[in-house]
Every structure is written in structure tokens, then in C-alpha cells.
């Protein structure tokens, strides 16, 4: 951590972090020739050392609430810093970024669809220019399903039964791309649902 300057004039003031463990006095953040630290007024100022936090006799719940609420505080204090570190992470690990994002949107389906919503309505040129993009990447990376899809399309009408809920077929789906007259008549809802369970069990 780089060290501010040694002229205490120059620093910015303490932020309270009121009293989050219940020690019955009030907790400040710092900065100080140590970098940031924390500091009670009935205590001497202390660093997150282990030594330290054991000095003072505090538990590991306490420092757990402590240090969420200097995070809670620094985030709030460090907005463009905190966009940076998200986008810098974002680009180092897009499979963990993907697979968080998955789970998500698994769990809060209807927000995210109203998310998605909001986001077409407000950018519909932008909207139009990444379905394009994706239909070019998808098609390019899975050309058998592209071939096997418009081979369904020409010389087999969709069912009007989905064959696993019993509602309005809309959908032909492929077990197997390879055999593109093999297909199963679904609705929207049941085909998705299969696809998901096939990309968990992968």
C-alpha cells in the first residue's frame, strides 16, 4: 500500500463507523503514515493484524462486522475505484463472471427478465446490434446445429402438442444434431427448461 504523505494537514478527515460490534464507543477510519486504519476512541490505534485485533480482545464475529462496515465505508468513499477493481476483475475472469450471472438469473428470473426489458426499450439500436452479433457468433460455432436446424424447419411442420407439459408446440428440438429428422415438439417453456438441465449436467 502506498503511504500518504507525511503531513497530517493533508489527509482527509476521519469517516465515523458508529459502533457496529457494540463496544459502546464510536470507530473512525484513518488514514495515517500506516496507510488505513481503524481507530476507538477508548483503544490505541490498531491495524487489522491478527495480534493486534487479539490485543484488544475482540472476537472473530467482531472483526468480521468491523471490517464489513470499513468496507461498507470505503466503497462508499471510493466509487470510481470500486468500478475500476469490478471491471478489471470482469475482464480477468469472464468464466466465473458467467457462471455467477447464470446463477443469478436462475434464481430472480422474472427480475432479470425485467432487466433485460428495461435495458431493450432503453438502447433498441445497441438491442438489434448484439442479437446480430450473437446470431453470427452462435452460427459460426456450431455450424451442425445451424444445418440440422434449417433441415427441421423445411421438411417437418411442428407438432401442435408439446410432448412433455401437453401445450401449444412451438419449438423442434434435436436430441441428437447429427440425425436432423429426429426432433422432439416442445413449447417455449419446456424447451428451455430441457436445455438448461443439459447444460448443468454437462
Known amino acids: 500500500m502506498r503511504l500518504p504523505s507525511a503531513d497530517a494537514s493533508a489527509w482527509p478527515a476521519p469517516a465515523s463507523l458508529g459502533d457496529p460490534i457494540g463496544s459502546g464507543a464510536p470507530w473512525l477510519l484513518c488514514l495515517t503514515t ?24 475482540m472476537t472473530i464475529e467482531e472483526k468480521r462486522v468491523l471490517h464489513r462496515e470499513y468496507m461498507r465505508v470505503w466503497r462508499a468513499n471510493n466509487p470510481e475505484r470500486v468500478r475500476e477493481i469490478s471491471r478489471r476483475y470482469k ?20 427480475i432479470a427478465v425485467e432487466i433485460n426489458r428495461r435495458w431493450r426499450e432503453r438502447h433498441p439500436k445497441e438491442n438489434r446490434e448484439s442479437q446480430i452479433a450473437s446470431i453470427e457468433k452462435w452460427n459460426a460455432k456450431y455450424p451442425e446445429k445451424v444445418l440440422a436446424n434449417k433441415i427441421a424447419q423445411r421438411l417437418i ?6 410432448e412433455r407439459c401437453g401445450g401449444i408446440a412451438k419449438h423442434r428440438h434435436h436430441p441428437n444434431y447429427s440425425k436432423p429428422l429426429e426432433v422432439i415438439h416442445l413449447c417455449h417453456n419446456c424447451h428451455m427448461l430441457l436445455h438448461r438441465s443439459m447444460e448443468v449436467g454437462k
Do not use: F, N, Q
Open 34 to 57: 500506516r496507510g488505513l486504519v481503524v481507530m476507538c476512541s477508548d483503544w490505541t490505534t490498531t491495524g487489522w493484524g491478527r495480534s493486534e485485533m487479539r490485543r484488544i480482545g
Open 91 to 110: 475482464i480477468s475472469h469472464p468464466d466465473i463472471i458467467r457462471k455467477a450471472l447464470y446463477k443469478w438469473r436462475s434464481k430472480h428470473r422474472e
Open 157 to 162: 411442420p411442428i407438432g401442435s402438442v408439446c
